[in-house]
């Protein structure tokens, strides 16, 4: 079965610093992937979406992921962080039943 | 504008009260479902369907019901709300097949005293 695993439930960075959440996948099939942003009070908001088109996937806001099938990873990373993207990041992959599954979540924090 | 929109934003009840939490969307998607948000556990699928008239269950469906009776719209029903379902609600839609995004409404926050 389809299972996604976040690594590390709680990222601190400082502004300007590299940010780098982990994602973990498993699929049987070629996945479609999506990371998701939930800012405070919010919805959830599609940052980018692999879809076997290119491994490196560009999002929004300077986000973007690599799909690593060798290692069954779909990291996102932004090369400098800035305080707005203090939020909370879901990775996701769709099962072979047409079901998006969600990781635990991981929240950033951008220290000044 | 295409949104998925969610009322009450808030809700506060007490054990027992039945109440609904409204869902619709603008985008004349099929799929449509919703989930619930604890802390640790990343979102979870309650109840989702795929076209007016067929719903089905999710990961977690006890204590809730759902009706599709237009395709815009997929009420959340809760006969008997209790502590536990004490939770930030999503509803979300999207076009059925392979891989489409769902896109996500701005979440309700029950609280069952």
């Known amino acids: 079965a389809q299972s996604v695993t976040q690594l590390g439930s709680h990222v601190s960075v400082s502004e300007g610093a590299l940010v780098l959440l982990r994602c973990n996948y498993s699929s049987s099939v070629p996945p479609y992937l999506f990371w998701y942003v939930q800012y405070p009070n919010q919805g959830l908001q599609l940052l980018l979406k692999y879809t076997s088109a290119a491994t490196l996937v560009k999002g929004i806001n300077g986000f973007e992921a690599e799909f690593k099938k060798s290692e069954t990873s779909f990291h996102l990373t932004k090369p400098s962080a800035h305080m707005s993207d203090a939020a909370e990041y879901f990775c996701a992959v769709y099962n072979q039943g047409g079901k998006l599954i969600f990781g635990q979540g991981t929240e950033l924090s951008v220290k000044p | 504008e295409a949104q998925v929109t969610q009322n009450p934003r808030y809700l506060i009840t007490v054990t027992g009260k039945k109440l609904t939490v409204t869902c619709s969307q603008n985008m004349n998607h099929e799929y449509m479902s919703w989930y619930r948000q604890d802390p640790g556990l990343g979102l979870r699928q309650i109840y989702y369907s795929m076209n007016v008239e067929v719903t089905d269950k999710g990961d977690v469906p006890e204590g809730y019901k759902v009706s599709r009776k237009e395709k815009r719209n997929f009420p959340l029903i809760l006969e008997s709300p209790s502590p536990n379902q004490t939770s930030l609600y999503f509803c979300?839609?999207?076009?059925?097949?392979?891989?489409?995004?769902?896109?996500f409404g701005p979440g309700t926050r029950l609280l069952v005293l």
């Open positions: 979300a839609s999207s076009q059925i097949s392979g891989g489409e995004t769902q896109y």
